[in-house]
């Protein structure tokens, strides 16, 4: 199974690619999209919207995790940052891919256990589940990763639930 996770943001999309083989997750390609400050938010918005379109067609992943929105204390920023995330789901949409939905305290509890860890420990923990040599760069790109983690952990739950649960 293919799963990509996206970190939405008008000027950074973070984006990982994880293949899943039983329990194993294994990074597969993970990187960002990034626009210029300065562009008109719609000029921003459809350069995202065919970079995620470009990446659904070369990937072809089984589903996309993307991050919840949450009230952030900039109201602006919250409202961009939904514009992308719609870009984003209309991309995949589009593309066929189904789309899940986390908040940032499920992706916390899933990649580090613990529902209010800080970015750093989220970011060394992606680093260690997927034996990557460093931590990824920007930080969203991390966040891409760890919700693709928590998309990963939490199909698998999901699909041996459907399958007649837990067999011992």
Request: proline content about 4%.
């Amino acid at each position: 199974m293919k799963i990509m996770g996206i970190d939405p943001g008008i000027a950074i999309v973070g984006y990982g690619v994880l293949h899943r083989q039983g329990n194993r997750l294994r990074a597969v390609e993970y990187g960002s999209i990034q626009t210029e400050a300065g562009l008109a938010t719609a000029t921003r918005l459809k350069q995202i919207y065919d970079a995620c379109g470009e990446l659904f067609q070369k990937y072809r992943p089984d589903v996309v995790a993307i991050e919840k929105l949450f009230f952030n204390r900039n109201v602006t920023t919250a409202f961009t940052v939904g514009q992308a995330r719609g870009v984003i789901m209309l991309a995949a949409e589009e593309a066929g891919v189904p789309i899940t939905e986390y908040t940032p305290l499920q992706v916390k509890m899933a990649v580090v256990g613990y529902g209010q860890a800080e970015k750093r420990q989220v970011q060394e923990m992606v680093r260690m589940l997927l034996s990557l040599p460093e931590t990824p760069k920007p930080d969203d790109v991390a966040d891409a990763l760890a919700i693709a983690i928590c998309e990963g952990h939490s199909s698998t739950w999901v699909n041996r639930l459907k399958q007649g649960g837990w067999k011992r």
